[in-house]
């Protein structure tokens, strides 16, 4: 059993559209566990570091100055190979090619604009997770997560 835990972020567009609870049930119904949860606004040192791989790129400015712009929600997620499984239920990055049933395929409309980050690996996860939470600041569901997988 690989059990993972990953970052996901409801970005400022989910949650000044009233989509937390859309975009959350996705993946408690996937049977993927939330450990930590909270809302939080990135200043522009976070966001620069979250998003360090995309430095230099020509997006990067309006990148940060959106993911800085309103209060976001950061989850920290728990399932077996759910790095993966969680980018599955989020979709491609362009929403114009993200699968329908999918949450960017069925509620987004622009890259810009995507409204959900999800870890892309074991590294970046780990990495990321750093960012937005504290050792201590995790619960333990291990009883849920076992009753998911095996049930
Ligand atoms: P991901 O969120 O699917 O992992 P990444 O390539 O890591 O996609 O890009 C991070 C975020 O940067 C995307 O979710 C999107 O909001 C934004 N982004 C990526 N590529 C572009 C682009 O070409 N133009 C504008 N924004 C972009
Ligand atoms: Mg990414």
């Not at 993911?67 to 929600?73: A, E, H, K, N």
């Not at 870890?119 to 569901?141: H, M, P, Q, T």
Request: charged share 25%; hydrophobic share 40%; aromatic share 6%.
């Amino acid at each position: 059993m690989t059990i993972e835990r990953t970052l996901i972020l409801c970005k400022p567009d989910a949650v000044s559209r009233g989509l937390i609870g859309d975009i959350t049930a996705r993946f408690e119904r996937r049977g993927y566990i939330i450990v930590a949860m909270k809302m939080l606004q990135l200043d522009g040192d976070r966001a620069r570091a979250h998003y360090a791989e995309h430095d230099g790129k020509p997006f990067f400015s309006e990148l940060v100055d959106f993911i800085t712009s309103g209060p976001l929600v950061a989850l920290a997620i728990e399932g077996e190979n759910v790095i993966e499984g969680c980018r599955q239920i989020i979709g491609a990055t362009n929403p114009l090619t993200a699968a329908p049933g999918s949450i960017r395929g069925d509620l987004a409309q622009t890259i810009g604009r995507n409204l959900v980050h999800g870890s892309d690996s074991k590294g970046s996860a780990e990495r990321e997770l750093k960012i937005f939470f504290d050792a201590n600041e995790f619960v333990s569901r291990r009883h849920d997560l076992e009753r998911w997988i095996k049930g």
